[in-house]
C-alpha cells in the first residue's frame, strides 16, 4: 500500500496569538516543516517557529487544492482565526482533501468571546457573518428585540451595517463593536445604527446588535404580496403559502422556479433555511433583474437568477430536488424536461390559471398520479354601503413524488 501523506494540522489562534496557545497546538506549530495562514495570523508566530511560512493568495479559495497539493508530501501546519470549523478555513480544507486529512486544534471562536464579554447565552444568540457575503444578507435576522452578532469583513463593516439597519426601519438599534477579542488591544465601541458616531477601527471586529422596535416580518411562507417589487407577474399571498407547503422545502435543498415572475416562490424557499439554495429562471431580462432585487430586500441574495426561456435555460442547472412551474407550462417539453430532471423522490408542482394549462396538468396526473386540486380564495370588498366577496382567478395545482426507477423499486 503506498504510504498515506501526512495530516493537515489546523491550529485555531485568536487575537492573542502565541500565549493564548495550548500547549499541543504549539507544538504542532513547532513541528511543521510548513505553516500557511493569512499575513496577520503568520506575523503572530514566534522566531523559533522554524516552518517555511505561506500565506494565503488572494482568492483564496481557488489557491487551496493546489498550494496542498504542493506541500503534500511535508508535515503542514494551517492557522485560523478562532475555531477554524465555525465560519473558517476548516470547512473549505474538509471539503478540498476530506476531513479524515485534517487535524483540528480549535481556539475559541470571535462569537464565544463575545458572547462572554456581553453575557449573552451563546446557543440563543444569531450569528450572521459577512465575510465574503452580500450585506443583504443580514436582513434575513431583522426582528424587533433580537439580539444578533455579526461577523466582519473588514473596518468597514460597521458603518455599513449601521447604515443598512436604519434604512430598514432599525435606527434604534444598539451596535458594539468588539475589536481585537482576548487581545492586549481590544476595545469596544459603542452608538445607535442610526448616526453611528465611530470612524473605521480595527478591520478584527464583532458587531453585537441589539435590535429594538423595527417592522415585523413572518418566519413562515406568505408574505404580503406589497413586500415585492412586481409588474403583476407574482403568485399572490395566500397561494404561494399552499405552494410552498406542498414543495415542503427541507435544509440544504435545491428548487427550480421556472417562470419565476417577480421571484417569490423561490425566495420563500430560501427563506425557510439558510442552507437552502435555489435558482429561478425566467425569460424576461426586466423581470430577472427585478427577482435579484426582490432577493437582496427580503435577505436572500444568495438566490441564482438564470435569464433565459425554459427548457433550454434548465440546461447544465444543478440537480434539483424540487421544481416549481409557475408559467410558461404549454412551452414545448418544458414539463417533460423538469420531470427528467428531477432524481427518485423530487417534487414537481405546477400551478396554472388558464384552460389549455390545466389540460396539461390533467393529462399529467392522469399518466404520473400525484394531486390535482383547485385552489380558490375570495376577499372582501365593499358593495355599496355593504360588504361583498371578490373572488380571484381559481388557480389548478398539480403536484407529485417522482417515483423510483425500476432497479431502485426491485432492489
Known amino acids: 500500500m503506498p504510504e498515506l501523506p501526512p495530516p493537515i494540522t489546523v491550529v485555531g489562534i485568536g487575537a492573542d496569538g502565541w500565549p493564548g496557545l495550548a500547549p499541543t497546538s504549539r507544538a504542532a506549530l513547532h513541528t511543521a516543516e510548513v505553516v500557511i495562514g493569512g499575513p496577520r495570523q503568520l506575523a503572530l508566530l514566534p522566531d523559533d517557529v522554524a516552518a517555511t511560512r505561506i500565506p494565503w493568495p488572494s482568492p483564496l479559495r481557488p489557491a487551496v487544492p493546489g498550494l496542498l497539493a504542493e506541500h503534500a508530501a511535508r508535515r503542514v501546519a494551517v492557522l485560523a482565526s478562532g475555531d477554524p470549523m465555525f465560519y473558517g478555513i476548516g470547512r473549505t480544507l474538509a471539503e478540498t482533501v476530506g476531513a479524515e486529512r485534517l487535524r483540528v486544534l480549535p481556539h475559541p471562536s470571535s462569537v464565544s468571546h463575545a458572547c462572554a464579554r456581553l453575557g449573552w447565552p451563546v446557543e440563543s444568540t444569531e450569528v450572521v457573518s459577512l465575510v465574503g457575503r452580500p450585506l443583504d444578507g443580514l436582513a434575513l435576522a431583522l426582528h424587533p428585540g433580537r439580539r444578533l452578532l455579526v461577523l466582519s469583513a473588514d473596518a468597514a463593516t460597521p458603518a455599513a451595517v449601521a447604515t443598512l439597519l436604519t434604512a430598514r426601519g432599525f435606527g434604534s438599534a444598539r451596535l458594539r463593536v468588539l475589536e481585537q477579542l482576548g487581545g492586549p488591544g481590544e476595545r469596544v465601541l459603542d452608538g445607535p445604527a442610526d448616526g453611528w458616531p465611530h470612524p473605521a477601527g480595527d478591520p478584527l471586529n464583532v458587531i453585537a446588535v441589539e435590535l429594538g422596535d423595527g417592522p415585523r416580518s413572518s418566519l413562515v411562507p406568505g408574505l404580503r404580496d406589497d413586500a415585492y417589487e412586481s409588474d403583476g407577474q407574482l403568485t399572490k399571498r395566500h397561494v404561494r403559502a399552499a405552494t410552498l407547503a406542498t414543495l415542503a422545502p427541507a435544509p440544504g435543498e435545491l428548487l427550480w422556479d421556472v417562470g419565476g415572475g417577480s421571484g417569490s416562490i423561490a425566495i420563500e424557499w430560501l427563506r425557510a433555511h439558510r442552507d437552502n439554495r435555489a435558482v429561478s429562471v425566467e425569460r424576461d431580462p426586466v423581470r430577472a433583474e427585478r427577482i435579484a432585487r426582490n432577493a437582496a430586500s427580503l435577505g436572500v441574495p444568495r438566490l441564482r437568477v438564470a435569464t433565459g426561456a425554459a ?65 380558490a380564495v375570495a376577499h372582501a370588498v365593499p358593495v355599496g354601503g355593504f360588504t361583498g366577496w371578490r373572488q380571484a382567478m381559481p388557480v389548478t395545482q398539480w403536484s407529485a413524488v417522482k417515483p423510483p426507477t425500476p432497479q431502485e423499486d426491485a432492489s
Open 311 to 375: 427548457p433550454a435555460a434548465l440546461a447544465g442547472l444543478p440537480t434539483p430536488d424540487a421544481v416549481f412551474v409557475g408559467g410558461g407550462l404549454t412551452a414545448p417539453g418544458l414539463l417533460d424536461a423538469c420531470w427528467a430532471a428531477l432524481p427518485p423522490g423530487g417534487r414537481l408542482v405546477a400551478n396554472t390559471v388558464t384552460l389549455e394549462s390545466e389540460a396539461l396538468l390533467t393529462e399529467w396526473y392522469r399518466r404520473h398520479g400525484g394531486e390535482l386540486l383547485r385552489l
